[in-house]
């Protein structure tokens, strides 16, 4: 029975060393486990390589690794993970195309969501970690595995192109499917991947394209570029794409155990004397609050990063240079976060490859009203404090009435370089503000404690958005350009 103040599951083998490091011993196993794993990870990219094993021992290290490092880090926990896998594989193997992948959807959901509600009954409020974390990812993996195999059986000119190339023809073997559920550099924290990514990866055909030739006349006077994807398997360096993410996490690592203690504190916006600052004061303590509490994340996705691109995995083609891309894997861009000058960008800078899967599995499958389809599947997937409802929430508005605003404003500010100047600064400040003022509610967690910091606001942004979103659909409302067909404008597809 697990009681309060009981609840981390993990090894305490290294609970001596906690007064020395100053972490708490999920955070500091949840660093060792990274640290083996990034160790292990080079020897499976240079000694195992696909050009020197076969598949089979690839797979087989990828998962007793995997499985060691969750068990040192989640403990008797990873029995969770097991027992949601087994019955969505026996769905995948056994069940009809036709409803299969809508049956491990649900079941997926609602299990995480039963993991969930405990977690809240044994540690409400608080933030260490536990299995609930690898299993979003795995249900991130388990429902795009099952819509895969599911579009494998359905005609090809039903499906979009990005449809098309994730397409799975049948049903994974043992192996092979938990190797991909427990991959070691990827089962703490993700990044997320793909079935077909991952396998391409374990068999080394991610890297069998070949850069771009250069341009050439062809017989009819037109330039064209031809990629040979039939060579064999190129050993492509990512050491300065490696070096890049590892330093990068190291960087928000130490922002994250510097800056907290120091400038200000999510508990400050608890505090009585938050409500007495001016406005402004207000505004920016919380504007400070959210960049400081993102470092945590970059520190842990960008380290996952690290981690696959040590391994070799990552590789995404190569850009109009014939340089190759290591941006497969990328979960976060803190460019995109902290300095974009719109709302669309911003919020697809954050949290990337979950973007890619709500496409997949939601956005390109919802029948109608698919952004609030998206919001609403990615609130329920975090959990059920209020304040993950308030966020998603107020985020679909805010998207909406961004669309509306850029479709019926930005026109007018188009025809000389200063108005560009000045509505790029405008929407640049609109950004920063929209970006904590939807997602301070992730740290109170609480309804009436985010509804009363709102009301601190005046609740100026939600009022903004709906006179927007009236007027632009009622008053005002403008005709919408047909979209084209498998147009995708949640997020950018990889």
């Known amino acids: 029975m697990v009681t309060r103040g009981e609840f981390y599951a993990g090894s305490r083998l290294l609970k001596d060393f906690v007064p020395v490091v100053g972490l708490p011993l999920d955070q500091l196993n949840f ?19 696909p050009t020197r094993v076969s598949s089979q021992v690839r797979l087989t290290v990828e998962l007793v690794a995997g499985i060691a490092l969750t068990v040192f880090c989640f403990g008797h926990q990873v029995w969770y993970l097991i027992g949601q896998a087994l019955v969505s594989y026996l769905l995948m193997r056994y069940g009809s195309p036709a409803w299969s992948q809508l049956a491990v959807f649900v079941y997926c959901m609602v299990y995480q969501s039963v993991a969930h509600i405990t977690r809240q009954v044994y540690d409400y409020g608080g933030w260490t970690l536990d299995i609930t974390g690898p299993m979003m990812i795995q249900t991130q993996k388990l429902t795009s595995l099952a819509f895969a195999l599911s579009d494998g059986h359905r005609d090809e000119n039903m499906l979009s192109d990005d449809q098309k190339s994730q397409t799975i023809k049948e049903a994974p073997d043992v192996l092979s499917f938990f190797s991909f559920l427990f991959y070691f550099h990827g089962v703490m924290c993700g990044p997320l991947s ?7 990866f374990i068999e ?60 200000c504190p999510p508990q400050g916006m608890l505090e009585e004397t938050f409500f007495d600052k001016t406005f402004l004061q207000k505004t920016f303590y919380i504007l400070v609050c959210m960049i400081v509490s993102r470092q945590k994340y970059y520190f842990a996705w960008i380290l996952g990063e690290s981690l696959n691109l040590a391994a070799g995995f990552g590789f995404n083609g190569y850009d109009k240079t014939g340089q190759p891309r290591w941006d497969l894997m990328e979960n976060v861009s803190i460019w995109d976060v902290e300095l974009a000058n719109s709302l669309k960008i911003n919020i697809g800078g954050w949290n990337k490859r979950t973007l890619v899967w709500l496409r997949r599995v939601v956005y390109d499958r919802a029948p109608y009203h698919r952004t609030l389809a998206v919001f609403a599947v990615s609130a329920f997937w975090h959990g059920f ?12 508005l805010f998207t909406i009435a961004a669309r509306l605003m850029r479709r019926n404003v930005r026109p007018q500010f188009q025809d000389t370089q200063v108005k560009r100047h000045i509505y790029d600064a ?15 509610p992730f740290l109170t967690l609480e309804l009436m404690t985010s509804i009363k910091v709102y009301a601190a606001q005046y609740f100026w942004l939600h009022l903004v958005a709906l006179v927007a979103v009236v007027y632009y ?3 005002s409302p403008t005709p919408r350009t047909p979209r084209p067909p498998h147009a995708h404008n949640t997020v950018k597809q990889d």
Not at 36 to 49: D, M, N
Not at 385 to 396: E, H, N, R, V
């Open 31 to 49: 660093l060792v486990c990274q640290t083996v794993g990034l160790l292990l990870a080079i020897p499976l990219r240079t000694v195992l390589s």
């Open 385 to 396: 404090y209020p304040g993950y409802y308030l966020t998603f929430g107020t985020a679909a």
């Open 473 to 475: 659909t009622v008053i």
């Open 426 to 440: 405008i929407t640049f400040l609109f950004t920063r503000m929209a970006n904590v003022y939807i997602t301070f």
């Open 194 to 200: 793909f079935y077909s990514d991952y396998i391409a």
């Open 204 to 263: 080394g055909t991610d890297v069998q394209q070949q850069p771009p030739a250069p341009s050439s006349s062809s017989s009819n006077g037109h330039t064209e570029n031809i990629q040979d994807t039939t060579g064999p398997r190129r050993d492509l360096k990512n050491l300065p794409a490696f070096l890049k993410k590892f330093i990068t996490a190291l960087v928000c690592g130490i922002l994250m155990m510097t800056l907290p203690s120091r400038l």
